[in-house]
C-alpha cells in the first residue's frame, strides 16, 4: 500500500487534503489562522510606536519612530512616511543576509503603496509649519519568523503599530525660528483610515486557499492580495501574475476580503479598548 | 530602486504563468525592458511589449497576454489607456494582464482606492479592449511573416 510522503511528494499530499476541503494543519480552505497582536505601548520602548503582530506562526514586528525634517520643495505642506520591510536571514532559510532580496523590495513598495492608496495617513497631517518643518514617520517591519502571509501580518502591524505612535508637540519658536518640542503633551496620529490586507493562494489554477502558510506558498501556482478599508472600497487589488482568474474568482476574492475587514477591525477595536486609560 | 524591483516581480510572474517552461529545463529566459520614454500606461506597454518579444523569440507560450491601463477619472468615467496627464488627475489607476484564453486575470496592480462596482467595470472594459490588442498581435505577426 503505496504511503505519500510529504517531503517526498508535497503537492500529491496536499492535494489529498484538499479534495476533502481542508489542509494539513486542520484548517478549512477558507478558514485564517489564530490572529494575535500585542501592542503595549512598549513592545519597543525606543519607537514612538511598535506593535507585534502573529498570524499563526508568522511573526511580523513593526516599530515607528518620528524624526523632524524640512519638507520637499514641491510639496511644502507635506509630510514623509516611509516604509521599509526587512526580510533577515533569521526568519527563514531561505533568507541570506546581505541587501534586500526581491521580496523584500517588492513587499516595501506594496506597503508604500497601501499608505498611499488607501490615504490611511494624510500626509498634510505631518505638516508643522508649511516649507519649514514635517514629521517623517520610518515605519520598520521586521519579519521574526516566515511561514507564508507575510503581507497580510505586515499591513496588519503596521496599522497596529501608527494606531499607537504618541507624537509629541513640535511649535516653531517666533524669534529664533528654531523648533521646540514638547515632550509632556503627545498627541496620538490621525488615522483616517484602516486597511486591512487578505491573502489567497491559487492551487491548480482553480482553488483559492486563503491565508497560506509558507509551505502552501510554495506549491502554489499564484497568489491574490486584496487591500479593502471600513467603507468596503478597494485600496489595492494585487495579483502578481501567477494563474489567470476569471473575474467571477476575483469577485470572490473581494468579497471574502471585505468580510476578513470586518473580524479584524474588531480585533483592533478591542485592544485598543483595553489599554486606553493612559 | 524598490518600485522597479515590484515592476520587476509582476512581469516576471506574469511571464512565468505563460511561457512554457517545462519543454525548456535548464534554460534561463532573459526579459529586458528598456524605457525610452514614458508618457503614461507604461506598465501596461512594458507588459505588451514583453508578450511580443516573447512572441517573436519563438518560445512556447500557454496564452497570450496584453496589458491595459484603466484610469478612473473623479467624475466617474473609466478611461483606457490614459495619458501621464490623465494618470496624475485619475483618482484611481488600475492596470490589468488579460491573458488570450477566456480573458481571464493574469496580473493585477492598482492605485488609488475605488468600490468593488468601479473595479469590476474597468475590468470588464479591459477584457474588452484586450480583444483590440490580440487583433494589433495578429496582424503584426501576419505582416512580419508575409515579407520572408
Given at each position: 500500500f503505496f504511503f505519500l510522503s510529504r517531503t517526498v511528494e508535497p503537492l500529491e499530499y496536499y492535494r489529498r487534503f484538499l479534495k476533502e476541503n481542508c489542509r494539513p494543519d486542520g484548517r478549512e480552505l477558507g478558514e485564517f489562522r489564530t490572529t494575535t497582536y500585542l501592542f503595549?505601548?512598549?513592545?519597543?520602548?525606543?519607537?514612538?510606536g511598535s506593535a507585534l503582530v502573529k498570524l499563526g506562526n508568522t511573526t511580523v514586528i513593526c516599530g515607528v519612530k518620528a524624526e523632524l525634517a524640512a519638507p520637499a520643495v514641491d510639496s511644502a505642506n507635506k509630510g514623509y512616511i516611509v516604509p521599509n520591510i526587512e526580510l533577515p536571514s533569521l526568519c527563514a532559510e531561505r533568507f541570506r543576509s546581505g541587501p534586500p532580496g526581491e521580496e523584500a523590495q517588492a513587499a516595501s513598495q506594496f506597503i508604500a503603496d497601501v499608505i498611499e492608496n488607501s490615504q490611511m495617513i494624510v500626509k498634510e497631517d505631518l505638516c508643522i509649519a508649511n516649507g519649514k518643518l514635517a514629521w517623517v514617520l520610518y515605519c520598520d517591519i521586521i519579519c521574526l519568523d516566515y511561514d507564508g502571509n507575510l503581507l497580510d501580518a505586515s499591513v496588519f502591524a503596521l496599522l497596529a503599530a501608527l494606531k499607537n505612535v504618541q507624537l509629541p508637540l513640535v511649535t516653531i519658536n517666533e524669534e529664533t525660528g528654531l523648533s521646540e518640542v514638547n515632550l509632556k503633551q503627545k498627541n496620538p496620529l490621525t488615522i483616517r483610515k484602516h486597511p486591512v490586507a487578505t491573502s489567497f493562494a491559487i492551487f491548480d489554477d482553480t482553488l483559492l486557499i486563503v491565508d497560506p502558510t509558507a509551505e502552501e506558498e510554495d506549491l502554489a501556482t499564484g497568489t491574490v492580495t486584496i487591500v479593502t478599508d471600513e467603507e468596503g472600497r478597494l485600496c489595492s487589488v494585487h495579483k502578481p501574475g501567477g494563474s489567470p482568474l476569471t473575474g467571477a474568482k476575483l469577485q470572490d476574492c473581494i468579497t471574502r476580503a471585505i468580510t476578513r475587514h470586518k473580524e479584524v477591525k474588531k480585533l483592533i477595536d478591542k485592544v485598543i479598548k483595553s489599554i486606553t486609560p493612559k | 530602486g524598490v518600485l522597479e524591483r515590484s515592476r520587476e516581480q509582476l512581469l516576471r510572474q506574469t511571464c512565468e504563468a505563460v511561457v512554457l517552461g517545462v519543454l525548456h529545463p535548464r534554460t534561463a529566459i532573459s526579459l529586458v525592458l528598456q524605457v525610452l520614454s514614458d508618457a503614461g500606461s507604461l506598465l501596461s506597454c512594458c507588459l505588451n511589449a514583453a508578450c511580443m518579444a516573447l512572441l517573436d523569440a519563438g518560445l512556447p507560450l500557454a496564452a497570450l497576454f496584453c496589458g491595459v491601463t484603466c484610469a478612473l477619472q473623479p467624475d466617474g468615467t473609466i478611461l483606457l489607456d490614459p495619458t501621464a496627464r490623465q494618470e496624475q488627475e485619475a483618482r484611481a489607476i488600475l492596470t490589468f494582464a488579460i491573458?488570450?484564453?477566456?480573458?481571464?486575470?493574469l496580473m493585477s496592480t492598482t492605485k488609488g482606492s475605488c468600490s468593488v462596482e468601479e473595479m469590476q467595470q474597468c475590468l470588464a472594459a479591459a477584457q474588452r479592449a484586450a480583444t483590440t490588442i490580440f487583433q494589433f498581435y495578429r496582424d503584426s505577426v501576419r505582416r512580419r511573416y508575409s515579407k520572408s
Open positions: 503595549s505601548s512598549g513592545s519597543i520602548t525606543t519607537a514612538d | 491573458s488570450s484564453s477566456e480573458r481571464k486575470v
